[in-house]
């Protein structure tokens, strides 16, 4: 993500609940700079390779996308 213009805020589990979720949280600029990673990712080597080994050992088994913005922030949107 970094490496494309995003943020990585970190890998998130609960602490209690469920335990077969995880949040990954990251962010870009613009919603439009995000559909850039998206795309660049699909042709980056490291990335598909992760999302072969992913799929083959059924590290994922759903994928949701939630878009949100921070509740204090000194960005205006």
Do not use: T, W
């Not at 589990?13 to 699909?42: H, K, M, T, W």
């Not at 059924?58 to 922030?73: H, N, T, W």
């Amino acid at each position: 993500v970094e490496s494309m213009g995003g943020i990585h805020h970190g890998n998130f589990l609960p602490s209690e609940g469920a335990n077969n979720i995880a949040y990954c949280l990251f962010s870009f600029d613009s919603l439009a700079q995000y559909e850039e990673y998206r795309v660049a990712i699909l042709s980056k080597a490291e990335c598909v390779k992760l999302f072969d080994e992913a799929n083959q050992k059924k590290f994922i088994l759903s994928y949701e996308r939630s878009f949100m913005k921070p509740l204090l922030s000194d960005k205006q949107h």
